[in-house]
Structures are given as structure tokens and as C-alpha cells.
Nanobody, 127 residues
Framework: QVQLVESGGGLVQAGGSLRLSCAAS????????MGWFRQAPGKEREFVAA???????YYADSVKGRFTISRDNAKNTVYLQMNSLKPEDTAMYYC?????????????????????WGQGTQVTVSS
């Protein structure tokens, strides 16, 4: 069982920055692929970014060049640095863990491939 707890959300003006954190329980964090997803009201949950066990990074086109995912295995934590925020980035942001040892690259952005989810942290970007 893995528990994920997100933090770092809040209200920020357009053009600003936030850093989200996701702390994971357990001693096998380094084995997991970790992802960030988001869901805006009335919309489907969408992929934002992911980091593999080897720290390969994957991004949605909408956030490339603005968001950076990183992980600190010693702290069992994955981060999402969000810069140049836009009002359309407003959403609930969720952290997720994929426990399969060698996930396919094409699965890194697929929500149903993730086994554990956090409760989410709200990000609101004002114009």
C-alpha cells in the first residue's frame, strides 16, 4: 500500500510560479514511476508530467517548457515546478504512482496505468 500526500497548491497570478510536492509512504518509492495529473471542473482528468524510475521525464504539450518534474528518492518525494502559470492551468492537481517495474513510455501519460493516487491540491491562477 502506498499513500501519497500532495502539498504546495494555492492562488497565484498569471505569470507566477508554484512548486507542488508529493510525499509517498513506504520504502520502495524509488521503484515507482510517478506522475502528475490535473482535473478542472467539468473536464476530464489529464496528464501533466511523469518521471520514470530512472528519472526520464515526460510532459504534456501544454506544459512543456513551463513545468518541470523531479524526484528525490531519499525523501520519497516528487515535485512539480510550475512557472509562467496561465489561468488555464487552474485545476486540482493529483500525484500518482505506477508500481509496475518497467512501464512502457506510452503508458506514462495514461491515468488508468497508475495504481495509487493522492487526494489532490488545488491550483488557481488568476488573470
Amino acid at each position: 500500500q502506498v499513500q501519497l500526500v500532495e502539498s504546495g497548491g494555492g492562488l497565484v497570478q498569471a505569470g507566477g510560479s508554484l512548486r507542488l510536492s508529493c510525499a509517498a509512504s513506504g520504502r520502495t518509492f524509488s521503484r515507482y514511476a510517478m506522475g502528475w495529473f490535473r482535473q478542472a471542473p467539468g473536464k476530464e482528468r489529464e496528464f501533466v508530467a511523469a518521471a520514470s524510475r530512472s528519472s526520464s521525464q515526460y510532459y504534456a504539450d501544454s506544459v512543456k517548457g513551463r513545468f518541470t518534474i523531479s524526484r528525490d528518492n531519499a525523501k520519497n518525494t516528487v515535485y512539480l515546478q510550475m512557472n509562467s502559470l496561465k489561468p488555464e492551468d487552474t485545476a486540482m492537481y493529483y500525484c500518482a504512482a505506477q508500481t509496475i517495474l518497467f512501464p512502457a513510455a506510452q503508458d506514462m501519460g495514461v491515468a488508468r496505468k497508475y495504481d495509487y493516487w493522492g487526494q489532490g491540491t488545488q491550483v488557481t491562477v488568476s488573470s
